[in-house]
């Protein structure tokens, strides 16, 4: 009797413990949220949902196994109070309602259904991530898609806006199904596991090395990006000092080469809050001088002609402006109320639809036919030298999460698949990271830095980019897994739609992309033979 008792009351402040502790990192975690310190705060978060679970599985699996050895202790005591107890304590554990929870144990058996013990966030919270994922600094590229699309440009970010809020929401709904009683049930955490159920199965894993591909891709170039952007920045800031935009683009990454030590982000994500409000206080920056000069606006230089040649980068350019569905999945499964998840999208794409249309038209009136790749190349000299620091210093802050991300899909990809594995681990038994993987990462980021020294065009890498993934990501498989999936159940409306975007994502994506290699390749050419 005396081993019982001692063993239930050990066993009640094993389960006291853990829950303050839940509690207490869930109030610090949603005190830092609503400060802006939150993963994938800022449009290169793309995928950081994902690779922040590298630390969250590590506490998860200590929680669990302190779960496991409470439920079999409580198993041993006997009695129905001990089974209520362990209901009791494993409770905060449970996914609420959003579909069945993972569990897991070390001899391969089910020991309940132990779920993510993450905190969750509201509905704004979830749309500051998404409205700061499509409302970053490559809005500054927008005004130079009206320069080749004039009013048909304006009308391609309201519709590219209405495009990414349905296919966002049609992807959420491929990762449920009905269960017995006709509830929706999510069945599905991430693009990954939708792609792999369409191509299951007969090639069961073919869809997520697709979606893999694509987003490393898509994360490759943004680093890529941000090297070119910031030489460029650099180089028309001080046009005057004998330093090549190639040489500014040398300096940046050399700044950049301690990404390659990085084992997690919560250092570096701490800027998060910082870069976003930069970047608003920069965008008021370059409206208000545009308002300034409201009394010259080119309003005739507005045209309905395209230029058939350029528009099709324009595309590109607009498309990969509104990229985010990479981590929805992510964003909707740790949401409080995933209810609410359609009407969040619909707010952020309506505002970013508003706020985009407005910075890229007030842009293009106010430096018409001199428009620039990136429009504060525009300002006056100095005022664009400090907007261009800022922007920089911005771009060498963000470079590191999508640089994170890209090497998290590699090395889970290439080098942690167990007897899957195409290469051995990166990391030895220590858990260090070993010469040669650091010599990988080193690698990528010199590789950034030879196309962005080779190719030093913002818009010819944004619009190829937007063609080839964002198009890929945003408006094809979205639509073709809607298809696949819910093919019964869909009406004939949604059924249109969705063939539709296909078809118009299709011939945008292979457009842009011609287009876009054509005008990399000539650049190419153009700086090996310089």
């Known amino acids: 009797m005396a081993t019982l008792i001692r063993s239930k009351l050990s066993n009640k402040l094993s389960d006291a413990a853990t829950t303050v502790t839940n509690k207490s990192q869930a109030k610090v975690s949603g005190m ?7 993963a994938a705060t800022d449009e290169e978060a793309l995928g950081f949902a994902a690779c922040d679970d590298l630390d969250y599985d590590h506490r998860q699996g200590m929680q669990m196994d302190i779960l496991q050895r409470a439920a079999e202790d409580k198993a041993e005591g006997g009695g129905g109070d001990g089974g209520d107890a362990g209901m ?18 070390k001899d391969g058996a089910s020991n309940g259904e132990l779920s993510e013990a993450r905190p969750k966030i509201t509905a704004w919270e979830a749309g500051w991530n998404v409205t700061n994922a499509i409302q970053g600094m490559f ?27 349905y296919t966002g929401k049609i992807l959420i709904a491929c990762l449920y199904e009905e269960d017995e009683d006709g509830r929706l049930v999510r069945v599905r955490d991430s693009y990954v596991d939708i792609a792999n159920a369409c191509c299951a199965p007969r090639f069961p894993a073919l869809g997520g090395h697709v979606v893999n591909v694509a987003q490393i891709i898509e994360l490759v170039m943004t680093c890529i990006l941000y090297v070119v952007v910031s030489g460029n920045l650099m180089y028309n800031s001080f046009p005057d000092m004998p330093v090549s935009q190639k040489s500014w683009a040398i300096i940046a990454t050399a700044a950049l080469l301690p990404c390659a030590f990085l084992k997690n ?47 099709p980068i324009s595309i590109g350019i607009i498309v990969f402006s509104y990229t985010s569905q990479i981590f929805l999945p992510s964003l909707e499964g740790n949401m409080q109320k995933p209810a ?20 890229a038209l007030v842009a293009y009136l106010t430096w018409a036919d001199a428009t620039k790749e990136v429009i504060t190349d525009n300002l006056p000299p100095g005022i664009r030298a400090v907007v261009n620091l800022f922007l920089v210093a911005k771009a060498l802050l963000s470079y590191p999460l999508p640089f994170f991300a890209a090497v998290e899909v590699l090395e889970k990809s290439l080098f942690r698949e167990g007897s899957r594995a195409f290469f051995p681990d990166c990391y030895g038994g220590d858990g260090r990271l070993k010469s040669w993987g650091l010599s990988l990462r080193c690698g990528l980021v010199v590789f ?15 619009g190829l980019t937007g063609s080839l993934t964002g198009a890929g990501l945003c408006f094809l498989l979205p639509s073709l897994f809607h298809l696949k999936l819910l093919w019964r159940k869909l009406q004939w409306h949604q059924v249109f739609f969705d063939v539709a975007i296909f078809v118009i994502g299709g011939i945008c994506s292979i ?9 990399l390749v000539e650049a190419f050419k153009y700086n090996v033979e310089e």
């Not at 830092?32 to 939150?38: D, I, L, V």
């Not at 009407?343 to 794409?349: P, S």
């Not at 950034?448 to 944004?462: G, K, Q």
């Open 32 to 38: 830092f949220a609503r400060m802006g310190f939150q």
């Open 88 to 105: 009791d304590g494993d409770s905060h554990y449970q996914r609420d309602a959003a579909g069945p929870s993972r569990s897991s144990s």
């Open 139 to 165: 809005v500054l590229g927008l005004p130079y898609a009206i320069l080749h699309g004039g009013y048909l440009g304006l009308f391609l970010i309201i519709f590219a806006a209405v495009v990414c809020c």
């Open 265 to 311: 982000l919560k250092a570096v994500s701490k800027f998060s809050l910082l870069c976003t409000l930069a970047h608003f206080v920069i965008n008021v920056l370059v409206i208000a001088y545009c308002l300034s000069r409201a009394r010259v606006w080119a309003w005739d230089k507005v045209k309905f002609y395209i230029d058939v040649k350029k528009f």
């Open 340 to 359: 609410e998840f359609h009407c969040m999208m619909n707010w952020t794409h309506i505002a970013a639809c508003i706020l985009k249309g407005l910075f």
């Open 448 to 462: 950034t830095l030879l196309m962005a020294i080779y190719v030093p065009h913002f818009a010819l890498l944004m």
């Open 511 to 519: 457009s842009g992309f011609i287009h876009s290699m054509e005008g």
